[in-house]
């Protein structure tokens, strides 16, 4: 009975393909393992020919390196965490989308850790999971970068991080700054200009540095420019669109309204447009609404909604780069941070 032979990409007439393996491209392109993986990992003591041959076969296959395997057989993992705790899902999105950027052809891949930063044991959650998939390094995203015990635990078991934050937490070498005080300052400059006065603020939570920045860089803004922000029209929500609606219902049923309120983010800022329709407060006519981060709900509320863009993508680029970078150099490195800036769209105008 003859002996059927098996294909490139590892299929058999009576079965199934399967995956090409490293070993399989070292027999078709008739070179050692070793020269392939030498290859896979852009090392220069290969031939030019050789190099061409193997990826050609490679791509005509379809081999993909498996991430682990690679980290198996070099001692180190090719996998970057992203360990988070957000109750905002785009924010969430957009980072991630960012980590791609700079992964992308770099070998490395992406693996996400959500978490509870609130639970007694997150910790030791991350620790298991930094552990178990041997990761290279991992970005810590607000809020949990804004936690040094976390910190501690990494540097603990010697895992390299990077920390996305308003303010510098850590060393510049491992930072990436927001600049959030910087954003919500234009935010309150650029009400003042259109000559309100009368403004409310609505906060992400007390225990939020980006909070606690926002709040501080709109406050002492104001201020600047003679303005006081009473007590009475500061109110802390969570970051979500159901917190903002019952911000703004606090804020909108007394007889004297603002004239503008700045949310600390575009969800809550969200939950005011609907308290404001369900009151037949008109957008910008009766109340002038800022939002923070520039999510794409920003431009799809009506109307549009003036929003701090701060640009996420760019910031979990940022962040990635950082971690696959030679650490030749480190210290010489400039801070790395992202600016904000204001995007001023339909939703304010001058107070009547």
Known sequence: MPVSKTSKQGATPSGPARAATINDIARLAGVSKKTVSRIINHSPLVRKDTREKVEALMREVGYSPDPMARGLAFRRSFLIGMVYDNPTAQFIVNMQYGALDALRGSGFELVVHPCDSRSPGYIDGVRRFVQQQKLHGVMLVPRVSEDQALADMLDEIGCRYTRIAAVAMDDHSRMVITHDRDGAAEAADYLQTLGHRDIALITGPASYRSAIERTGGFVEALAKRGIELPKARIVEAGYTFESGVAAAEKLLSGK????????????????????AL???????????????????????????????????????????????????????????????HLIVRDSCQPPD
């Open 256 to 275: 004297r309204r603002p004239t503008a309120i700045f949310c600390g983010n575009d969800e809550m800022a969200a939950g005011v447009y609907r308290v």
């Open 278 to 340: 369900r009151a037949g407060i008109g957008i910008p006519r009766q109340l002038s609404v800022v939002g923070y981060d520039d999510s794409p709900l920003a431009s799809r509320l009506w109307p549009p909604l003036t929003s701090v863009r701060r640009d996420t993508r760019d910031t979990g680029r940022v962040a990635a780069a950082m971690l696959i970078q030679a650490e030749e150099g480190a210290a010489a490195r400039p801070v790395a941070s992202v600016r904000p």
